[in-house]
């Protein structure tokens, strides 16, 4: 059982010492930590139990799972700790930074630099499917770079514990609804569907440096998102593809039916076909 145990907080600290928080979260901040003997460092995301009360169950299972997930493009977990009060997840720890801090770094971008990094995130996000699993909140945040190496992959930091919430009470309460799609706000059931609009939101913000949705009132915003109702505006689309416009298309599609899968995405000619552009963007 991974709850109830007392003596964890004094293991996990007797063998990592606990340095800089990395992050915060909805009812987890990150850490960073070194291993006292090896010297290798990790990030220990420590969840409060008492944020999670209630959902233990669905947190044992959630955790079940991600300890089988292995692929290049998502943060491994290593081990993990439960005490009475808290739960140590300890992961490899990834130091290139969030995904739109470099972008606003970078002095040039471009649709095949979007191309390069959504086929990373499909490829991923295509594994977790097919195992199962859907991730659920995909966003910027959640999207890290390995290392601060200009041609560094990307890495899916966030292990999908949004099971905890559900859809619409995670969606007001992180404030980012942005990336959610509309079948979770007319609360219908779900599936991996919503994960592909997500990259399709991501898709698009990458493109042109703004969210396809946005209203100062909540309720606005998601009658917006309901009705997929995003447009590529002029000036700022006028220089980008008819494939990347095809490709964020197919992602952002309202139908659930059909919107394509990660697969499929991974097949569109903008990520396999050569067809991203490579002059800059902004
Ligand atoms: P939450 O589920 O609470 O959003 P995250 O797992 O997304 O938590 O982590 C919150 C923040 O901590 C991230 O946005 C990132 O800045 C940092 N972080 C998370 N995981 C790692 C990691 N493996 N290596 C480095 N920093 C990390
Ligand atoms: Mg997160």
């Known amino acids: 059982p991974l709850f109830g145990r007392k003596k964890n907080d004094e293991k996990v600290h007797s063998k990592y010492s606990f340095k800089d928080v990395l992050g ?52 491994k977990l290593i081990e993990l700790y439960d005490s009475k009060t808290h739960l140590y997840l300890i992961m490899e720890l990834v130091t290139g930074g969030e995904l739109f801090d470099r972008i606003v ?5 471009t649709e095949r630099d979007a191309s390069v990094l959504i086929k990373q995130v499909l490829e991923a996000v295509g594994y977790l499917h097919d195992i199962g699993i859907v991730h659920r909140d995909l966003k910027p945040e959640n999207l890290l770079y390995y290392s601060p190496a200009d041609d560094s992959k990307i890495m899916i930091s966030d292990f ?27 609360q219908e059931p779900y599936g991996k569907e919503v994960d592909c609009w997500s990259i399709g939101v991501i898709s698009y913000i990458l493109l042109c440096g703004y969210p396809p949705f946005y209203d100062e009132d909540d309720t606005e915003l998601f009658a917006q998102i309901m009705r997929a109702a995003y447009e590529f505006d002029s000036p700022y689309w006028d220089d980008i593809s008819d494939s990347a416009k095809d490709f964020i298309n197919g992602l952002m599609c309202k139908i659930v039916k059909r919107r394509v899968s990660c697969l ?8 396999s076909g050569g067809e991203a552009l490579t002059k800059n963007i902004h």
């Open 24 to 75: 915060t979260g909805a009812f987890s901040e990150v850490v960073l930590a070194e291993n006292k003997q090896t010297k290798e460092k990790f990030a220990i995301k420590c969840i409060d139990k008492r944020a999670v009360k209630g959902k233990e169950k669905s947190l044992e299972n959630e955790i079940a799972i991600l300890q089988k997930v292995e692929h290049p493009n998502i943060v």
């Open 105 to 109: 770094q970078k002095g040039s971008y």
């Open 160 to 186: 999908g514990l949004s099971h905890m919430d559900d859809g619409t009470a995670m969606a007001t309460a992180c404030g980012t609804p942005g990336y959610v799609a509309p079948e979770v706000l007319a």
């Open 264 to 271: 499929q995405a991974l097949r569109h000619p903008w990520i």
